[in-house]
């Protein structure tokens, strides 16, 4: 058993060999829990849920019903259905999943993840792209790792932005999903002409008809 006491809250895991940090809860993921604020309103998503603690630990602050849990192992699933009842923690949805390929809601506030990063990156790859998708307009993506630049390149591709803190050894990450109005907003900012304003094409467009009617 492994124990978590912090602020008032006392919870107890059953782990295995089989999944990951079984002798303790990961430093990385309660470095990532330390960045994150929940509120009763929120819609949250364990992506790789390990034994439970996340989603667990998560409904202390967030109404049951608006957990989901998902991992692609077996084990996973049973220790966190047990782990869930042996902390009086009901209905949490708790699903076998390869990635967020059984996941259907596409309205979560919330998406915390600590993936496998001593592999390749197509397993986060999957995890950044789709679970942008089933982000709310607002909504945030949490994600811990060791690596950095890999990381880091594809939250601003996927999501246009993210926020780093370095803690404990970690990378905590938070990308937020933009409206897409704030999104076309961004990009014209981009577009600059010499003297910092937005360029107005059309404008552009007539200055050289201009020259080109004195021309002949």
């Known amino acids: 058993?492994?124990?978590?006491?912090?602020?008032?809250?006392?919870?107890?895991?059953?782990?295995?060999a089989e999944v990951f940090s079984p002798t303790q809860i990961d430093r990385g993921t309660l470095a990532m829990i330390s960045q994150v604020e929940m509120n009763k309103e929120d819609k949250l998503l364990d992506l790789g849920c390990g034994y439970g603690f996340v989603g667990i630990y998560a409904s202390s602050f967030i109404a049951h019903y608006n957990i989901t849990m998902c991992d692609i192992s077996d084990k996973a699933i049973s220790l966190s259905l047990l782990n869930a009842k042996h902390n009086n923690v009901k209905d949490l949805n708790i699903i076998k999943s390869d990635g967020l390929s059984e996941v259907a809601d596409k309205d979560f506030t919330l998406i915390l993840s600590n993936p496998p990063y001593?592999?390749?990156?197509?397993?986060?790859?999957?995890?950044?792209?789709?679970?942008?998708?089933?982000?709310?307009?607002?909504?945030?993506m949490y994600m811990?790792?060791?690596?950095?630049?890999?990381?880091?390149?594809?939250?601003?591709?996927v999501f246009g932005g993210v926020k780093i803190?370095?803690?404990?050894?970690?990378?905590?990450?938070?990308?937020?999903?933009l409206s897409a109005l704030t999104k076309k907003d961004r990009q014209a900012q981009k577009v600059k002409s010499k003297s910092g304003k937005p360029q107005d094409r059309n404008h552009l467009s007539k200055k050289l008809q201009r020259k080109v009617s004195k021309r002949n």
């Open 1 to 16: 058993m492994v124990k978590f006491e912090q602020d008032g809250i006392d919870l107890e895991f059953e782990t295995s």
């Open 118 to 140: 001593h592999v390749d990156f197509s397993v986060p790859k999957r995890f950044i792209e789709q679970g942008y998708i089933r982000l709310v307009s607002g909504g945030k």
């Open 144 to 157: 811990v790792t060791k690596r950095k630049d890999w990381y880091k390149n594809k939250f601003i591709s």
């Open 165 to 177: 803190q370095e803690i404990d050894g970690y990378y905590v990450f938070m990308a937020q999903k």
